[in-house]
Every structure is written in C-alpha cells, then in structure tokens.
C-alpha cells in the first residue's frame, strides 16, 4: 500500500477545522485482498483509485467488474484503457463506448476508476420540468441539506434533450485526460426517456474524486447515454441517498491518494466535467 491511512485521518481533520465542517466522509483503504467477498455495507461507497491519478493518464484496469458488483450496485466510472464511460445501475454495468452506444458489461472486464455504492434513497421527489442542468444542480443544491456529505442521485424520466460525451479507447504511453477529452465525441439526443446515474461530493474531497456533481446518462432501453454534459427534463422522479464512508482501494503505483487537486488541475476538470 503506497500511502498510510493515517495520513488521510490527518489530512482530514486538518480541511474540517480550516473550514468549520461538521460533518465527516470517514476515508478507509483497503489493501487489494479485501476488495473481494467482503459483505455489503449501507450507505458506504467503494472507489478504486483516485482523479488525480486519471487526470495524469492511469488507465490500466485493477479491479475487475465481479468485484465491483460485491462492493455496489449503482455508479460510475471507465474501463481499461479509458475505453469509454461506465453505468451503473440496478446491479448492472454498461459500458457507453466512444458513438454512444451502451452494452451490457463481462464481469471479468477491469476499471481503473469508479464509484459504486448500494443505493438505498431515503428521499423520493417528483420533477416538474422544464428543468435543465444547471436548473437541477441548484434544485439539489437547495434541497440535499448538509454541504458535507456526500450523496448519490438518480433521476428517472422523460428528456426533451440529453447531450453527452464518450471517450475512445487509449494507447500507451497514455496521453492525460485533459488531451483525451479534447477530441472527444458528443453524442445528442431528443424526446428520450432515461436516468441520470451521478453523485454530489464535497469540496474537501479534491484530490479524491470529482467535487461537485458527476453525472453519467442511459436511455430507458439501456442502448446509449454517456457522460452528462447538457440536459432538459421534461418530467421526473428524483431519489437521494446519503452516504457516510468511502473505502478506497489504489492501484500499485498510485501515489498521491490525498492532496488537494492544483489550480491547474482544478482548471482541467472543470475543462473535462463541462465538455
């Protein structure tokens, strides 16, 4: 394992008391033998590695799909290699590829980034469109409460219009994502129906994952989606669920787990959430 716990505990305690916060993301890491046949855990997420190590072009799968199903039933994430982006949902992965089709995925593929957790909403609200994304964000932003916690979100409904991005399969030496996404297909849709799979994490969970919202789209009939990018809702049914702790497993060779993302990091996700 290249980093100590205990340095996550630090670096969290450290960001809590600069910025007041009461509420807590309780960071765990795993060691890679306890990934596999552990019990389910509620309101836990599971992550195998970190944005920091996708934003410099750590592609190569680590875990595989078998493992992931143990560990969530609702998420996201990519595949080895950056080759596409990936949906998780009612137990199912999908793996969108780069002209935005979406198929079922081999248990044995592997991911080198995701986000699973077993989702369990604890608030169900109808929406009353149209409502785009910004429209949305603002909506969660106003009613999920403590900005400190982390939450997963699904909405399941009718789209006046969806538009998403993929991305292709990469070839080592593997550019940064930055240069990936650059030249990546966007795919658009109209009068769909379909979900939104994402979640709302922390500020102070920078070096870790995407702060903000992180949102993947499929298509009722589970043909198509991608990575949100745009969207109109017409009509929909939101459900939230809260989550209290994250168990994160890093991959050999990934060294920085906890740092807070640079400003020129920051700039470049920011470049690669908004399309």
Do not use: W
């Not at 765990?28 to 855990?41: A, D, N, Q």
């Not at 089709?101 to 909403?121: G, L, N």
């Not at 409502?131 to 699904?154: E, F, I, K, S, W």
Request: charged letters at 25%; a negative charge; one cysteine or more.
């Amino acid at each position: 394992m290249p980093i100590d716990a205990g340095l996550i505990e630090a670096l969290r305690v450290e960001r809590f008391e600069e910025e007041g916060v009461i509420g807590a993301l309780h960071v765990e890491l795993l060691e890679r033998e306890e990934v596999r046949g552990s019990e389910p855990t509620h309101h836990t997420l599971f992550q195998t590695s970190t944005v920091e190590a996708l934003l410099d072009g750590n592609y190569d799968g680590d875990v595989t799909f078998a493992e992931l199903g143990a560990r969530g039933d609702f998420g996201l994430g990519t595949f080895n290699a950056l080759d596409g982006e990936m949906v998780g949902l009612d137990g199912v992965f999908y793996q969108v590829t780069s002209d935005g089709r979406a198929s079922e995925v081999d248990e044995q593929a592997k991911t080198p980034f995701a986000v699973v957790t077993f989702f369990e909403p604890g608030q169900l609200e109808t929406l009353d469109g149209p409502m785009d994304y910004a429209a949305l964000q603002a909506h969660l932003d106003r009613n999920l409460g403590d900005p400190t916690t982390v939450y997963a979100v699904r909405v399941d409904g009718r789209f006046d219009y969806v538009k998403t991005r993929s991305v292709p399969r990469q070839r080592k030496p593997y550019p940064p994502l930055i240069e990936v996404v650059e030249h990546q297909p966007t795919i658009e849709f109209r009068y769909v129906r379909g979900s939104l799979v994402g979640f709302r994490f922390p500020d102070y969970t920078g070096g870790l994952i995407v702060p903000g919202y992180h949102f993947h789209f499929i298509t009722e009939d589970k043909s198509a989606g991608g990575h949100l990018l745009e969207c109109s809702i017409s009509h929909g049914e939101l459900r939230i669920d809260h989550e209290s702790d994250l168990e994160l497993e890093l991959p050999e060779g990934v060294q920085e787990a906890v740092s807070d993302l640079s400003a020129s990091q920051e700039e470049m996700l920011r470049r690669i959430e908004n399309g």
